[in-house]
């Protein structure tokens, strides 16, 4: 099992150009996450989608568009990259039984926009 | 006010002391509350969840609760310098919502 995988790995923008990063899952995970991370800034939540054909935002949404194809893919979109989206991107599905629950990180997608 | 906030560190100990770190929350319908560890370059993992009021440990992890307070801390007893990381703290708030705090790097000087 693959877990949470996250394509590409790496990515150079330049302002204004558009790209999509993929995430995809095989855990059968309900629910699915996008964060951004920033040196010092800890995790900041972009967009989750609680089940299939649903999304939310989250804390930074601006400039973002996500889209959940089907259970196993979550994508996020962005449509005229700035400098300020240079970040590590973080896919993240959540499994949760009764009390329990944990999220699974993918590896990150580092992006930078020049 | 951030909804979670963390000591930013670095915290530095000693190989073998007892390491602290420390949560506070604004959302008092959290119910749900996490500290994950991340390696410079890595994804984050799971060490500790914990639900209700008190004390869970888990080998050399004690994690607290005091919703009262708003407050959630993770002890890291004799601590190792693979312990050296940042930890993140999160919580579910409503419906689905994960958040985390920004982090608490920890250096274990052997």
């Known amino acids: 099992n693959a877990g949470v995988t996250q394509t590409p790995k790496f990515q150079v923008l330049k302002t204004g150009q558009s790209m999509t990063l993929q995430c995809a899952q095989d855990?059968?995970?309900?629910?699915m996450y996008w964060y951004r991370q920033d040196p010092g800034m800890g995790l900041r939540l972009i967009y989750y989608?609680?089940?299939?054909?649903?999304?939310d935002k989250g804390e930074v949404p601006n400039g973002y568009n996500v889209s959940r194809l089907n259970k196993r893919e979550f994508s996020l979109r962005l449509e005229s990259a700035a400098p300020s989206q240079t970040s590590v991107y973080f896919c993240?599905?959540?499994?949760?039984?009764?009390?329990?629950?944990?999220?699974?990180f993918g590896p990150g997608t580092r992006l930078t926009v020049l | 006010q951030k909804e979670v906030e963390q000591n930013s560190g670095p915290l530095s100990v000693p190989e073998g002391a007892i390491a602290s770190l420390n949560c506070t929350y604004s959302?008092?319908?959290?119910?749900?509350f996490f500290w994950y560890r991340q390696y410079s370059g890595k994804s984050p993992e799971l060490i500790m969840s914990?639900?209700?009021?008190g004390d869970k440990e888990d080998g050399r992890f004690t994690a607290q609760l005091n919703k009262a307070s708003q407050y959630v801390s993770l002890l890291i007893r004799d601590s190792q310098p693979s312990d050296s990381a940042t930890y993140l703290c999160?919580?579910?708030?409503?419906?689905?919502?994960?958040?985390f705090g920004p982090g608490t790097s920890l250096s274990v000087i052997p």
């Open positions: 993240a599905t959540r499994f949760f039984e009764g009390t329990y629950n944990e999220q699974f």
């Open positions: 999160a919580l579910k708030t409503s419906y689905d919502k994960v958040i």
């Open positions: 914990i639900y209700s009021n």
């Open positions: 959302d008092r319908g959290s119910q749900s």
């Open positions: 855990m059968n995970h309900n629910s």
């Open positions: 989608s609680a089940s299939e054909g649903t999304t």
